[in-house]
Every structure is written in C-alpha cells, then in structure tokens.
C-alpha cells in the first residue's frame, strides 16, 4: 500500500499548500459592516474546511485555519481551541496590539507544509483586536497555547510562514521525527 504523505493528504482536502502565492501575500481586509456577506461566506468555507480536516486528522493541541490557506486572500481566520467544548474563536482583521517579553519555544505544525513540525518561539501572551461582523473592535487577550495558535493564524494574514519566526540555524524536522518525541505542548504555571 502507497503511504499517502500528510501534506499530499491536506493538499487533497483542499488546503493551499506552501510555495503557493497566495500564502506570501498580506490578506486583504474586510470592510465591516459592509462587507459582512463576503465576511460570512468566508468564514462559513472556514468552518467546512476546519471540519472537513478534522475529519482526518486528529488535532490535540487544537487548530487554526486562515482564510489564504483554502485560497482566499482575505484577512479570517479560526482557531479551534484544544478544549473540545470551548468555542471556536473567529479573527477578522485580527492585528497583534501587544505582546509579553516573555516567549517560549515549541513545536508547530501548518497545514499547508504538514510534513515537518518546527520550533518557533512566541511571545507567551498576546493582545488581539479584531473587527466584528457589525464593524465594532474587539479586543481580546490569548495566553501560551491558544496565544501561539492565534499567533500562528495571525502570521498567515500577514503572509508569514512560521519557519520565518523559527532561530537561526533551526529546521523543521520530519513529521516522521516530531511523532517519536511524543511532545505535547507545556507551560510552566
């Protein structure tokens, strides 16, 4: 039996896959309240996607998708936290306003190059404002794990890969790898 490999597998469900424009470009905003129609119809085919994915592939830590990665360039993203019943958290021209000088180092993983996980330090604590659907700004504060999912969708918008974050001299390593070390993510009280 031919091993399908984990990005072949995103790929098929739909997700843009690295070295694709879109994912380089900063993601248009939307104008809000106008645009609330095209707002919802993106963030409908998020939630199918995120579904879709979830389907598959089992996310413990919980997952993020934006908007670029299913071929839209517009500035949604959501973000399924890892707690199965906590709600998943929509971004709309979400923009980082502040974040702690305190950061740690863990593994991520992109569905659009799920092939290899990579080390990427980020700030412990962000703050986030976000437009509404009715054009109202949001502001909201995310800490260490949901902080570094928000983070990572956030760098999407923006056309930011995590590797562009991850120290000099670190690479991804092969998924293949990252499963024998067997590591959640974990923080310090």
């Known amino acids: 039996m031919i091993q399908v490999r984990p990005s072949e597998q995103m790929?098929?469900?739909?997700?843009?896959?690295?070295?694709?424009?879109?994912l380089a470009e900063p993601a248009r905003p939307f104008d809000l309240p106008t645009e609330?129609?095209?707002?919802?119809?993106?963030?409908?085919?998020?939630?199918?996607?995120?579904?879709?994915?979830?389907?598959?592939?089992?996310?413990?830590?919980?997952?993020?998708?934006?908007?670029?990665?299913?071929?839209?360039?517009?500035?949604?993203?959501?973000?399924?936290?890892?707690?199965p019943e906590a709600a998943a958290i929509v971004l709309l021209n979400p923009r980082i306003t502040n974040r702690s000088d305190e950061t740690?180092?863990?593994f991520e993983g992109?569905?659009?190059?799920?092939?290899?996980?990579?080390?990427?330090?980020?700030p412990l604590r962000i703050t986030v404002e976000t437009t509404t659907l009715d054009g109202q700004v949001a502001t909201a504060i995310y800490e260490?794990?949901?902080?570094?999912?928000?983070?990572?969708?956030?760098?999407?918008?923006?056309?930011?890969?995590?590797?562009?974050?991850m120290r000099s001299g670190v690479d991804p390593i092969p998924v293949e790898q990252y499963r024998q070390t067997g590591q959640t993510w974990t923080y310090k009280e």
């Open 110 to 122: 992109c569905l659009s190059f799920f092939d290899v996980r990579g080390l990427v330090p980020r």
């Open 11 to 22: 790929r098929d469900l739909g997700v843009v896959q690295e070295g694709a424009p879109i």
């Open 144 to 165: 260490r794990g949901l902080a570094r999912l928000i983070h990572h969708e956030i760098d999407h918008l923006d056309g930011l890969l995590y590797t562009a974050r």
């Open 36 to 83: 609330r129609g095209a707002a919802e119809q993106v963030i409908e085919q998020l939630f199918t996607a995120m579904e879709r994915i979830g389907q598959v592939h089992p996310f413990a830590k919980g997952m993020g998708i934006a908007a670029p990665q299913i071929g839209i360039g517009r500035a949604a993203a959501i973000v399924q936290p890892a707690s």
């Open 104 to 106: 740690d180092e863990q």
